[in-house]
C-alpha cells in the first residue's frame, strides 16, 4: 500500500473573516483519486509538534477529500501539519495507528498576508504584501478579487510582491470597486526550491480590501500666488470603503515629474511656492486604505500669455494691457508696486 498524494490542503479558520462566497472552514485536505486504496478511505491528523489537534476519517462515498476541525485558532508561530493515511472504512478514529502507517505530511499554513500597499493602474493591480511573525515562512499569496460574491479574478504570486492584470471583461467592475483578498501558499513538496508549482498548502484570509472605484474628474482650477485651487467631482465609492477614502492632487512638471498633495472629495490646493511653467498638468487619484487608485483625466494648465504691452494714459492713470490669447476661458491681472501684489 502507498501513502496518500496530496492535491490540496487549505485551512480556513472559522474565526477569522470569509470569501464573500461561501466555503468551508477547517483544514482540508484533498489527496490525488488515482492514489486512492479500494476498500480504503482516508484518515487524517492534525497536530502541532506531537500534539495531536484533530482527527478525521472520511465516509466511503468521499474517500479522498477529508475536512478536520481545530477547536482553537492555529497559531502562525506554532508548527503545524496535517497527516494523511489509508484506512478501513468505518474506521473510529480514535483508533487510528499514527505510529507505524504508510503517512503522507504536509504543512499547514496559518499565517495570514497582509496587504501593505497596492496601486490600480488601468486594469494591473501591483501589490506589496507582509506574512508577519511566522514559524513557517509562506512562499507567496493566492489574490482573489471579488465583486459582490462573483469571483473575477485569480493568480498565484511567489515571494512578497506581485501583479494581478483584471480581465478585460471584468473591465466594468474594476471600476466601480471590487474587493480583494490574499492567501498565504506554500508548494507542499518540502524541495520546491524555488519551483512555485501545485500542489500548495493555503492559509487564511483577512477581510477583504476594497478597490477605488473610479478617479476625480477636474472642473475648476485656478493659480494664485504660487498655488494652485482644484476642484473636482468624484464617483460615489463601494460602501465597503466608508471612512477609508482619501484623495491625492498630482502636479505634473514639463520633466514629467509628479509631486502629490493631500486633497478632499471637492478637490485641492497645491502649495507650490511658484507659479507653474508652461507645460504642466493635473490630476486627482482616489485612495482606499493601502490601494491607491489610477490617476483620472489629467488637465493640461495653460501656456503664460504673451505680447504682454501696457499702455498707461497720463491724464487719467489708467492702464490698458493687452496680450496674445492662449485658450484660456479667463485671466487675472496683478499689480505690484512692490508692496504685496494686489489681484
Request: hydrophobic letters at 45%; one cysteine or more; aromatic letters at 8%.
Amino acid at each position: 500500500m502507498s501513502a496518500p498524494v496530496f492535491s490540496w490542503v487549505q485551512y480556513l479558520s472559522p474565526w477569522s473573516p470569509m470569501f464573500p462566497a461561501g466555503v468551508s472552514t477547517g483544514v482540508e485536505v484533498r489527496v490525488n483519486t488515482d492514489s486512492t486504496q479500494a476498500g480504503n478511505v482516508l484518515a487524517i491528523r492534525l497536530r502541532s509538534g506531537s500534539d495531536t489537534l484533530g482527527v478525521a476519517v472520511a465516509s466511503s462515498g468521499t474517500p479522498q477529500q477529508l475536512t478536520v476541525f481545530p477547536t482553537a485558532p492555529l497559531s502562525a508561530t506554532s508548527s503545524c501539519w496535517v497527516e494523511a493515511q489509508w484506512v478501513a472504512a468505518n474506521t473510529d478514529p480514535r483508533n487510528v495507528d499514527w505510529t507505524n502507517g504508510i503517512i503522507a505530511t504536509a504543512p499547514v499554513v496559518s499565517s495570514v498576508a497582509t496587504l501593505q500597499a497596492a496601486t490600480l493602474n488601468g486594469l494591473t493591480l501591483s501589490m506589496a504584501w507582509d506574512f508577519g511573525a511566522a514559524a513557517l515562512t509562506p512562499a507567496g499569496v493566492n489574490v482573489n478579487l471579488f465583486a459582490g460574491n462573483a469571483s473575477i479574478g485569480w493568480k498565484g504570486l511567489v515571494g512578497s510582491s506581485g501583479d494581478l492584470t483584471i480581465d478585460s471583461r471584468y473591465a466594468a467592475s474594476a471600476t466601480s470597486g471590487v474587493s480583494l483578498y490574499l492567501q498565504a501558499v506554500t508548494p507542499i513538496d518540502p524541495s520546491w526550491n524555488g519551483a512555485f508549482q501545485s500542489p500548495f498548502s493555503i492559509g487564511p484570509t483577512l477581510a477583504g480590501t476594497t478597490l477605488p472605484a473610479g478617479a476625480p474628474t477636474i472642473t475648476g482650477v485656478t493659480c494664485d500666488a504660487g498655488a494652485l485651487r482644484v476642484t473636482w467631482t468624484v464617483p460615489p465609492q463601494p460602501p465597503a470603503a466608508a471612512g477609508l477614502v482619501g484623495f491625492d492632487l498630482l502636479v505634473t512638471n514639463r520633466d514629467g515629474a509628479t509631486t502629490v498633495f493631500p486633497a478632499g472629495p471637492t478637490g485641492g490646493i497645491a502649495a507650490l511656492g511658484q507659479a507653474p511653467a508652461d507645460g504642466w498638468s493635473l490630476a486627482g487619484r482616489i485612495r482606499v486604505g493601502p490601494v491607491v487608485g489610477p490617476a483620472g483625466p489629467s488637465v493640461a494648465l495653460p501656456a503664460r500669455p504673451t505680447g504682454l504691452t501696457v499702455a498707461t494714459n497720463p491724464a487719467t492713470g489708467i492702464a490698458t494691457l493687452s496680450w496674445t490669447p492662449n485658450g484660456a476661458t479667463g485671466y487675472a491681472v496683478s499689480f505690484s508696486d512692490g508692496r504685496p501684489p494686489v489681484t
